[in-house]
Nanobody, 120 residues
Framework: QVQLVESGGGLVQTGGSLRLSCAASGSIFSLWAMGWYRQAPGRQRELVATITSAGSTNYADSVKGRFTISRDNAENTVYLQMNSLKPEDTAVYYC??????????????WGQGIQVTVSS
């Protein structure tokens, strides 16, 4: 079992900043890619940003230049620094992690989701 716990969401005004954190724990042998996804009301879940264990990153076009993903491999934690927030960034943000368990089984886990609301 691998658990992901997100923190750092909340309400912010347009142009403001928030930093999301996601800590992975449990039967982890190694973590591969970690990432953030979001789902707005009435819309499908979409990729925001991902980062590999080597630090390679990928961003949705809508957040490039405003969001930065990073990770602390020693702490099994991934971060999402969100700057210049817009009302269209309002969504529930989900952390995702893929890797290998101590039983050498591949896993893919999701966090419970955290609300980010940007007021206009």
């Amino acid at each position: 079992q691998v658990q992901l716990v997100e923190s750092g969401g909340g309400l912010v005004q347009t142009g403001g900043s928030l930093r999301l954190s996601c800590a992975a724990s449990g039967s982890i042998f190694s973590l591969w890619a970690m990432g953030w996804y979001r789902q707005a009301p009435g819309r499908q879940r979409e990729l925001v940003a991902t980062i590999t264990s080597a630090g390679s990153t990928n961003y949705a076009d809508s957040v490039k230049g405003r969001f930065t993903i990073s990770r602390d491999n020693a702490e099994n934690t991934v971060y999402l620094q969100m700057n210049s927030l817009k009302p269209e960034d309002t969504a529930v943000y989900y952390c995702n992690a893929r890797g290998l368990s101590v039983l050498k089984a591949q896993f893919g886990s999701w966090g419970q989701g955290i609300q980010v609301t940007v007021s206009s």
